[in-house]
């Protein structure tokens, strides 16, 4: 059974880092396509970050340069570190995994992975 944990959300300043994390158990990491997303207030839930069975990564347009999708596998935890936070980046944060390879979805509405967490709330202010 797949179960995913985030935490790491807060309120920060426009400009500050945040680093998110998702304790991952019940999966190999090797086999899954995990992935971050978010989802503001009154749109729809958007990839941010994934990070292929293969360690490859891929970032939205909107947050490439500033987030950085990791994992560590002896800890389980898949990360997303984010920097020179902007307001439009204030949003639920899901952490996501998926069977097999990642399919097209990073900056594009997307809720069809297999498995999601709760959520972590991130708030930037101006």
């Known amino acids: 059974q797949v179960q995913l944990v985030e935490s790491g959300g807060g309120s920060v300043q426009a400009g500050g880092s945040l680093r998110l994390s998702c304790a991952a158990s019940g999966l190999i990491y090797s086999s899954y396509c995990m992935g971050w997303f978010r989802q503001a207030p009154g749109k729809e839930r958007e990839g941010v970050a994934s990070?292929?069975?293969?360690?490859?990564?891929s970032y939205a347009e909107s947050v490439k340069g500033r987030f950085t999708i990791s994992q560590d596998n002896a800890k389980n935890t898949l990360y997303l570190q984010m920097n020179s936070l902007k307001p439009e980046d204030s949003a639920m944060y899901y952490c996501?995994?998926?069977?097999?390879?990642?399919?097209?979805?990073?900056?594009?509405?997307?809720?069809?992975?297999?498995?999601w967490g709760k959520g972590t709330l991130v708030t930037i202010s101006s």
């Open positions: 990070l292929d069975s293969d360690g490859s990564t």
């Open positions: 996501a995994a998926d069977p097999g390879p990642c399919r097209r979805w990073v900056g594009l509405a997307y809720s069809g992975m297999d498995y």
